[in-house]
């Protein structure tokens, strides 16, 4: 069954914990990003786990391979059941974040966290892909970077809806799909670009659902994420 992903982007402690509280009992996964690390540390992850979820460190790692390489062993160590790194880094990036990863969780006698490679933003268009220089539609260049992190050992992509069923097909099943930007009907876009509903990414072959704001922003966050878990359930019946 997919996962329901709740995106903690928040910075505040008050409001962290009463999303957790909220959370409390369902079959989520929860992600933290760069705004949720540089508030309270990389110790929220393991702060997480304790309390039973399962942690995706949504990091996006871009730099040189010997940087990535011990980023990824630090968010390993950090007890991390997902992490990511940036496709545009590169194949030897991506194989490092990879080695990183295993090596260090073989020594530490733990299961590797999957590492997934983000392909392009959901906040992005084709016409930004073209400002920053990159050629093609974004179908093109997703399956292309998609086919780099693959040779580079990484376990799946990350990558909006409108992708899902093409790289499910060029990919097989073994190949993870993450897919952000999920908005349960009649929710606002806010400053994503590519966008779909729980039901559609489900029944095109995502994965891993990220949900932010629709849940955490939501009257009652418990009440939406039961919601959208429902809508997960029901779309995988068919």
């Known amino acids: 069954m997919a996962k329901l992903v709740v995106a903690l982007d928040v910075r505040e402690r008050d409001k962290l914990e009463v999303i957790l509280k909220e959370m409390e009992g369902l079959q989520i996964w929860v992600k933290v990003g760069l705004e949720a690390i540089c508030a309270f540390g990389l110790s929220i992850i393991p702060e997480l786990k304790k309390k039973g979820l399962n942690v995706f460190a949504d990091m ?15 968010i390993t160590r950090s007890g991390a059941d997902m992490l990511n790194v940036h496709c545009t880094g590169g194949k ?16 530490l006698g733990i299961k590797k966290p999957i590492v997934l490679g983000v392909t392009i933003l959901t906040s992005m268009s084709v016409e930004d892909l073209g ?17 780099l992190g693959r040779d580079a050992g990484l376990d799946g992509i990350i990558s909006s809806a409108q992708e899902i069923k093409v790289v499910r097909d060029y990919f097989g099943k073994d190949f993870a799909i993450l897919t952000p930007g999920i908005r349960p009907k009649g929710n606002e876009v806010n400053d994503q670009k590519r966008v779909t509903t729980p039901e ?31 809508e997960i359930e029901e779309a995988e019946k068919v």
Do not use: W
């Open 200 to 230: 559609e990414a489900v029944r095109a072959g995502a994965d891993f659902l990220v949900v932010g704001r629709p849940i955490t922003a939501a009257p009652s966050p418990r009440e939406s994420a039961e919601q959208i878990l429902k």
């Open 131 to 147: 400002i920053i220089g990159m050629r093609g539609t974004t179908r093109d260049t997703v399956l292309r970077l998609a086919n």
């Open 92 to 107: 030897a990036m991506c194989e490092a974040a990879v080695y990183g990863a295993k090596d260090e969780a073989e020594k």
């Open 60 to 74: 996006k790692l871009h730099d040189i391979p010997n940087t990535v390489e011990s980023a990824s062993r630090v």
